[in-house]
């Protein structure tokens, strides 16, 4: 059976020709899916019976199978079931006044970096366009607010999937899709240099959030926290940003993982100050207290430490804010997704 959420508006319109039937039902089709997240052809009302039956024969709205949930004051995580038998994770988290939903990219992910749950079982497979799509809609789904925010903050790094990342975006942004604007959609890289210089020319892309995780201030340190960055070095991701085109009232978000003894420094905060503060006006910086994870050796800094980070920064004029990860109770937090959940396996 082929999956819905596959499908551009334009896609399925040739599809639905080919099966003979009126381009202009895929319009509706994708109107009920999207608009109002019905996820069963027999009760899509405005078309023939005859048409939802045959597309019940065609097509599924959805492959992935929630398996479990948990719900926590300021988040709700949810585990769904690939076909393949894959484990992935999505949090829905509560802000003051909207919600936000983090979505998976990958199943596992192979940038490996130290102080990440995710890292531990290397890339297991990219996750498919309708796979990114069918975790905002199982959630919304069962969410009364609509919601507004998405960032592809979860298991894996999204530009590492670029072409089924940018599908499920062009799903997410269109009039005829889920509509958001592209102001609230961010994508959080661990700074894949190439693709993030591929983003910013892609009409598609180039209006979404950018977000980059730092994490260290010299290369030696960044290299043992993220490997990724012997290729990706520091030097060459700060000047791609520095020149990166990029919205003059809007803000590269630069995210720094304070974890205990290793990067949380007063020494290491005026270095971080040092590489900032001299595009401040290009840059804001998020820093995010380690999440602990049974898995891994680090602890988070007492939060003195972490408002002392955030004040030498602050001394230097750079925006900053501190974010406490939500969903820490249900291991739903930064760096606390895994797909190997042995206790969650169907034997
Ligand atoms: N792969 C992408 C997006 C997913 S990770 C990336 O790395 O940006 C999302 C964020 O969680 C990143 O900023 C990452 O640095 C952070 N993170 C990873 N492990 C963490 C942990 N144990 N505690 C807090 N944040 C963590
Ligand atoms: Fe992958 Fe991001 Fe985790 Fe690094 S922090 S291993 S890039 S998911």
Redo the contacts with the bound molecule.
């Keep these: 059976m082929e999956l819905l959420t596959s499908y551009t508006l334009g896609e399925l319109r040739e599809r639905f020709k080919e099966l003979g039937l009126e381009a202009y039902r895929a319009n509706q089709v994708l109107n009920w899916l999207y608009k109002k997240f019905e996820v069963d052809f027999l009760n899509m009302t405005d078309l023939p019976k005859v048409h939802r039956e045959l597309l019940s024969r065609h097509f599924r709205t959805h492959t992935l199978e929630p398996i479990h949930r948990a719900t926590a004051e300021d988040s709700v995580k949810y585990l769904f079931r690939t076909q393949d038998g894959h484990i992935i994770e999505t949090v829905l988290i509560f802000e003051r006044d909207h919600l936000t939903l983090c979505l998976s990219s990958q199943v596992g992910?192979a940038?490996g970096?130290r102080?990440?749950?995710?890292a531990k079982d290397g890339l297991l497979r990219n996750l498919t366009t309708g796979e990114i799509v069918d975790q905002y809609i199982l959630v919304q789904r069962e969410t009364p607010q609509r919601i507004r925010n998405v960032v592809?903050?979860?298991?894996?790094?999204?530009l590492a999937n670029y072409e089924g990342v940018r599908k499920a975006v062009e799903i997410m942004v269109s009039p005829w899709g889920i509509e958001l604007s592209k102001r609230r959609v961010s994508i959080?890289?661990?700074g894949l240099v190439t693709q993030i210089r591929r983003m910013a020319k892609d009409p598609l892309l180039k209006g979404l959030n950018l977000?980059?995780?730092l994490?260290a201030t010299s290369q030696h340190l960044r290299e043992f926290l993220m490997p990724i960055s012997k290729t990706n070095t520091l030097k060459e991701l700060m000047q791609t940003l520095v020149e990166l085109p990029y919205p003059s009232d809007r803000r590269i978000m630069l995210?720094y993982?304070l974890i205990k003894d290793v990067n949380d420094s007063e020494a290491q905060a005026k270095e971080l100050a040092g590489l900032v503060a001299p595009y401040r006006r290009k840059f804001k910086v998020n820093l995010?207290?380690?999440?602990?994870?049974p898995s891994?050796p680090?602890e988070r800094p007492p939060m003195e430490r972490v408002y002392a980070f955030q004040d030498v920064l602050r001394s230097y004029h750079i925006s900053t804010f501190v974010r406490l990860?939500k969903g820490l109770k249900v291991f739903g937090?930064?760096?606390?997704l895994r797909s190997k959940r042995p206790e969650l396996m169907v034997k």
Excluded at 115 to 118: K, W
Excluded at 152 to 158: A, K, R, S, V
Aim: glycine content about 8%; charged content about 10%; overall charge negative.
């Design positions: 992910c940038v970096c102080f990440c749950a995710t592809f903050m979860g298991m894996g790094e999204p959080s890289t661990s977000a980059v995780s994490n995210e993982v995010i207290p380690y999440n602990p994870d891994l680090f990860s937090a930064c760096g606390q």
